[in-house]
């Protein structure tokens, strides 16, 4: 059919990979792009045998997110919207691996009588999507192969859309809901309005927010999905100007752009310069499933306790100073608006980390973290918002995993990749006493409305519209933020004083198998070799504030190294002794 001479009949899609080893990992499987039309045609062998298993439709993902341009890879979304179940994942190793056409086949016919599949009578749906790689089309075409290698599986290609769309496309479509991208956008936008209908009455420090916000787009597909995004909102509230959109003149996707640069390197983007100094500005990654904000300042050369927060690098010499607002900070902005709620609907305190509202009981709100997350924020959310915290490892899929046990579990990664999910039964009662309207008490002269705990409700609701609820998504973070800057009527000044980040380091080390390294405790321990944690015991006792783990990537062949302390030079130092104890 013309599509290119690498995915041109199955034959040569199940060809034998020699020696690699491809691991599905926290994100899928990814690599350079000429090595995977295999990879993808049988991880979309896979798509189909789980949407005929569940009998529910199912997504690919033809993404490398934050990767070079020259990378790409593939991920799977479960019925839910979800990431694909852990225990599938096992299966996806081992159909990518098979090492002939033979063993592949085999290995079908293995899960299909292990799941109660049969074979010879499947049938399902699974959604396809891609990001703007221009290696994905053909890729595409390798997954829909993969996909129709099982009969009566319906294809639907949903073209260049971000991750997070399409794991909503695929929630949607299994909740019986319209699903198409126009479907998204209205949805998302419906809790953005009612929220700026809600916000406080205006004063004069709303000056603040009137600027559009400069966002950066790596390059990527969340550009022109943004821009989609604010022509279809017609409210003046939500202006972007958007940069780094992956047009001509612009430099290629994820290079030295996007929330993963900004957040790992501390840096401003390309395109970005003095002329911003002040200005309220996000970014989002390749893919668009993780979301920064930052501000620029004029660096004070002198010792100011600011100044050694932000590290400084060789863009633009050291006369930039970037303030990040990371995931941690988003979660904090998150959980403290949330509170406030809370508090209009009169929840007390029931003194084990949940808020007790009459009518409901117990609102269990939790804020889920990894290890990454800096201290500073967890004893925020702890201390001063009396929220309960859990620790996950990293990888979405396990904070989403612990976010499902709250009545609203709040979830980001320090990295931007995070959302807030609404329990079912806490999101029914809301919407109920929305509809009801009997949010008060009985006076001595009939009912009396409750006004503010009516705004609350609808506050609430309109929250759980405008998050989407499959997945972290840069586009519905960048609505949460704004909304929540609104209503607080104030800057990303005013937010990022909330509380103040320790100073922190992270490098990683090359080693020759990083497999050796096991963690235990939510990856805040070594398991084994035991003698690396005692040394690493050790040398966080040296420090005020110290805290520090090594973890093996599931994306990078390295060990990553993280450090806290009370000073930057502490945090540095207490880092690079460690990476000396992995080398
Ligand atoms: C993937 C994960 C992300 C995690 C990162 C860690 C998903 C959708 N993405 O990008 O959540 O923070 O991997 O990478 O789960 P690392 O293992 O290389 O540190
Ligand atoms: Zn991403």
């Known amino acids: 059919d013309g599509d290119g001479d690498m995915t041109n009949d199955v034959v040569t899609m199940i060809m034998v990979m020699e020696g690699s080893q491809f691991f599905y990992g926290t994100a899928g499987f990814r690599a350079e792009a000429h090595l995977l039309p295999s990879v993808v045609f049988r991880t979309a062998v896979l798509a189909a045998l789980r949407s005929a298993k569940t009998r529910s439709a199912t997504g690919l993902v033809v993404t490398a997110s934050h990767n070079p341009i020259k990378d790409n890879g593939v991920k799977l979304a479960d019925p839910s919207g979800g990431m694909l179940c852990m225990e599938w994942e096992e299966y996806a190793d081992r159909l990518v691996n098979a090492q002939s056409s033979l063993a592949l086949c085999e290995l079908v016919g293995e899960i299909a009588d292990r799941e109660g599949i049969s074979l010879g009578d499947t049938g399902g749906r699974i959604l396809v999507g891609r990001d703007t790689r221009p290696s994905g089309m053909e890729l595409v075409d390798a997954a829909k192969k993969g996909i129709s290698a099982l009969p009566g599986m319906e294809v639907l290609d949903m073209g260049v859309v971000s991750t997070p769309q399409l794991h909503w496309m695929v929630q949607a479509t299994n909740r019986g809901e319209p699903a198409t991208e126009d479907d998204y956008f209205a949805d998302i936008l419906s809790g953005y309005r009612e929220l700026a209908t809600l916000k406080p009455t205006r004063d004069a420090r709303q000056k603040v927010l009137e600027d559009p916000l400069l966002v950066d787009g790596s390059n990527g597909v969340g550009a022109a999905k943004l821009i989609d995004l604010q022509s279809r909102a017609g409210v003046s509230s939500l202006r972007f100007e958007v940069r780094n959109k992956g047009e001509e003149g612009d430099g290629p996707l994820n290079d030295g752009v996007g929330a993963d640069f900004v957040q790992k390197e501390r840096l401003p983007p390309a395109k970005f310069s003095e002329q911003d100094i002040g200005r309220r500005c996000a970014s989002v990654d390749g893919d668009a499933d993780r979301l920064v904000y930052f501000y620029l300042e004029k660096n004070q050369k002198s010792d100011s306790p600011g100044g050694q927060m932000a590290v400084q690098g060789d863009y633009l010499g050291s006369r930039l100073t970037l303030h990040l607002l990371d995931g941690d900070k988003i979660a904090v902005l998150a959980a403290l608006f949330i509170s406030q709620q809370l508090e209009e609907l009169g929840a007390k305190d029931d003194g084990n980390g949940g808020k007790s509202v009459v009518g409901y009981g117990t609102v269990r709100v939790g804020v889920v973290q990894t290890a990454y997350a800096n201290g500073a924020s967890t004893k925020y959310i702890k201390e001063v918002l009396g929220l309960e915290v859990a620790v996950t490892p990293t990888g979405v899929k396990h904070l989403h995993e612990k976010a499902v046990g709250f009545d609203i579990g709040i979830y980001f990664e320090a990295n931007g990749h995070g959302m807030i999910l609404f ?109 690396l944690q005692q040394l690493i015991d050790l040398e966080i006792a040296k420090y005020k504030h110290g805290r520090a783990f090594v973890r093996p990537s599931g994306t990078e062949d390295v060990v990553r190294v993280y450090a806290e302390a009370e000073q930057q030079t502490d945090a540095d130092a207490l880092a690079n002794a460690i990476a000396r104890h992995i080398r």
Request: glycine share 8%; charged share 25%.
């Open 423 to 531: 329990g079912a039964s806490f999101l029914a009662w809301l919407n109920k006493k929305q509809a009801s309207g009997d949010c008060g008490r009985e006076g001595d002269d009939g009912f009396i409305t409750d006004r503010k705990a009516e705004v609350a409700i609808a506050r609430l609701v309109a929250l759980s519209k405008l998050v989407n609820q499959a997945v972290g998504d840069a586009l519905s973070g960048i609505l949460l933020v704004e909304s929540i800057l609104q209503y607080r009527q104030s800057g990303l000044h005013e937010w990022n004083t909330l509380y103040k980040d320790l100073p922190s380091r992270q490098s990683k080390v090359m080693v020759p198998d990083r497999r050796q390294i096991v963690t235990k405790d939510a990856e805040t321990k070594v398991a084994s070799p035991d003698v």
